[in-house]
Every structure is written in structure tokens, then in C-alpha cells.
């Protein structure tokens, strides 16, 4: 307790690492861990060559930061060659020199796997959100609508109820998003697959009005909608400063 006590206090890392006991593991799952790390760190260097100057300046300080990814991959489940792979895919696109904090990289190899799987990314959802809003009208329910994927089926249409119930920002939206596509990936992981789209139960579809059936390409509510812009330009309080 003392030398933890010490090492806090005098901030020594590598004191710090050695004091975690590797042990609590399983000696098998630690032995994998390390030899996924070593593989990776003669690779990631090669990505990240600022590393030489800091990260790799020091053997202590290469054992101390090794231990300490180990234990994360532990932590989080890396465990495959897959995952590595998935996650230097994402580390090759980056344009900083630096090296990377242990669970950026964690986080680079979940992303790079939900790539693999066809999980699409924050951004394909939301471009399919602004398609939906645009296009949804033309459609007698929600599952008439051509998604791209299940999983938009299931995200978009909460997410966009969400933003208009709450008045979300684009970046509370994102958030959100984001949480539900690493649900889905977890749930991938876990071997259940995306729920397929369907006809939710008591679900009573739209009918098509008559204004619908007469501009079928939509070209009338386009010049509806430039009118109501004028318009609205037009009330707007001009900035007199």
C-alpha cells in the first residue's frame, strides 16, 4: 500500500504499471493479449513514426505502456487478428504522426469491424435521415420506404421522432445514433442478427391523397415549398445594425 501510495504521489507511471497484478486474468487470455500487442506496436509504429521520440524513447516506458494495452484489450474484448486489422485499417487514414491513446485505438477497431459487418456509419445515417424527411411522403408507411438496410429502417425513423419531439441538436442526434450502432455491433458480436423490416403490429398505414396521386414526381411541393421560403424571407425582420 505504501509503494502504491508513493507512486501516486511522485506521479511514477512506471512504478504504477508494475503494480498491477497481470494475474487476475487468465494466464492463456493474457498470453494472447500480449502477443496481439507486440504484433501491433512493430506495426503501429510504422503508421505513427513520432512514437520513436516519445513512446519508444524508453524501455521502461515501452514495458509499462504495453502492460497497460494489454490490459485494456483484456478489458474490452480484442482478442482477434480481426479486430487489429480492422482497427489499422482506421489508424492508415489518420493524418497525425502521433500515437495513439490506447482506447482511441480500441475504439478504431470497433469501428473498422462494424465497416466489415456493413454497419454504416454516423454519417450514411444521417444522409439516410435527410432522405427520409425529404422523401417520406411519397410512401404509405414506414416500412414501404426503400431503406438502404435493416438497420436504417430500425435507427432513422426514432431517430428523426426524437429530434423533432425534444428539438435535439444535429450533434445530440449523432450521439444518440452513435450509441445505437454500437448496440447493433454488439449484438453482431453476440451472434443474433438485425431484426428484418416488417409491418409493425397495429401500424395503420397512410393512404395516399388526391394532391399525392396528381404531382407523383413531387415537382408541384418543390415550387410550394420556394414559394413559402419567399414568403417567409420576405416577414423576416431585417438587421437594421
Request: glycine share 6%.
Amino acid at each position: 500500500m505504501k509503494s502504491l501510495i508513493s507512486a501516486i504521489e511522485n506521479r511514477d507511471s512506471n512504478k504504477l504499471a508494475s503494480l498491477i497484478p497481470l494475474t487476475s486474468k487468465p494466464t492463456g487470455i493474457n498470453d494472447h493479449a500480449e502477443k496481439l500487442v507486440d504484433m501491433l506496436f512493430d506495426n503501429l509504429v510504422q503508421i505513427f513514426p513520432a512514437a520513436k521520440h516519445t513512446v519508444f524513447s524508453n524501455k521502461d516506458d515501452i514495458s509499462a505502456t504495453k502492460r497497460q494495452w494489454v490490459l485494456a484489450f483484456i478489458e474490452n474484448g480484442i482478442t482477434s487478428v480481426e479486430q487489429l486489422k480492422a482497427g489499422m485499417s482506421i489508424a492508415r487514414q489518420q493524418e497525425s504522426d502521433f500515437w495513439p491513446s490506447c482506447g482511441k485505438f480500441i475504439g478504431w477497431c470497433r469501428e473498422g469491424m462494424m465497416q466489415v459487418m456493413g454497419i454504416p456509419s454516423v454519417c450514411e445515417v444521417m444522409a439516410e435521415m435527410k432522405r427520409y424527411s425529404n422523401m417520406e411522403w411519397r410512401y404509405p408507411s414506414v416500412e414501404a420506404f426503400p431503406w438502404k438496410s435493416p438497420i436504417m429502417y430500425w435507427i432513422v425513423p426514432e431517430a428523426r421522432r426524437r429530434m423533432n419531439q425534444y428539438n435535439s441538436s444535429d450533434k445530440e442526434v449523432q450521439e444518440s445514433i452513435k450509441k445505437q450502432l454500437v448496440n447493433y455491433y454488439n449484438r453482431l458480436q453476440d451472434g443474433k442478427p438485425i431484426p428484418p423490416i416488417k409491418q409493425l403490429i397495429g401500424q395503420v398505414k397512410r393512404g395516399v391523397s388526391p394532391s399525392e396521386l396528381i404531382d407523383k414526381d413531387g415537382k408541384y411541393r418543390l415550387i410550394g415549398e420556394e414559394v413559402l421560403k419567399e414568403i417567409r424571407a420576405k416577414n423576416t425582420p431585417k438587421d437594421k445594425g
